[in-house]
Nanobody, 120 residues
Framework: QVQLVESGGGLVQAGGSLRLSCAAS????????MGWYRQAPGKQRELVTT??????KYVDSVKGRFTISRDNAKNTVYLQMNSLKPEDTAVYYC???????????????WGRGTQVTVSS
């Protein structure tokens, strides 16, 4: 089993910054894609950004403000969020595609989420 634990959420004023972290632990041989999703009240969960060996992708609404990075040695992914807006308010979830055995099969895991609230 693999656990993903997010941290770094909180309350910040518009224009401020937060840095989220997500650490993976457990039976891990390799982590492929990692990403951040968010879900605002009354809305569906949406993809914010992903990071793979091929690079990074961002949803248009966060381009130029958010930066995803990862430390493979620590099995950790980060999300630096700058110039935060009230519409960024949501629960942010970490996702990782993890290889746990030699079959090569990748299983998707989710963290429990961390609340980000941006006040106007």
């Amino acid at each position: 089993q693999v656990q993903l634990v997010e941290s770094g959420g909180g309350l910040v004023q518009a224009g401020g910054s937060l840095r989220l972290s997500c650490a993976a632990s457990g039976s891990i041989i390799r982590i492929n894609d990692m990403g951040w999703y968010r879900q605002a009240p009354g809305k569906q969960r949406e993809l914010v950004t992903t990071i793979t060996s091929g690079g990074t992708k961002y949803v248009d609404s966060v381009k130029g403000r958010f930066t995803i990075s990862r430390d493979n040695a620590k099995n950790t992914v980060y999300l630096q969020m700058n110039s935060l807006k009230p519409e960024d308010t949501a629960v942010y979830y970490c996702n990782a595609a993890v290889q746990e055995d030699r079959s090569g099969f990748l299983r998707s895991y989710w963290g429990r989420g961390t609340q980000v609230t941006v006040s106007s």
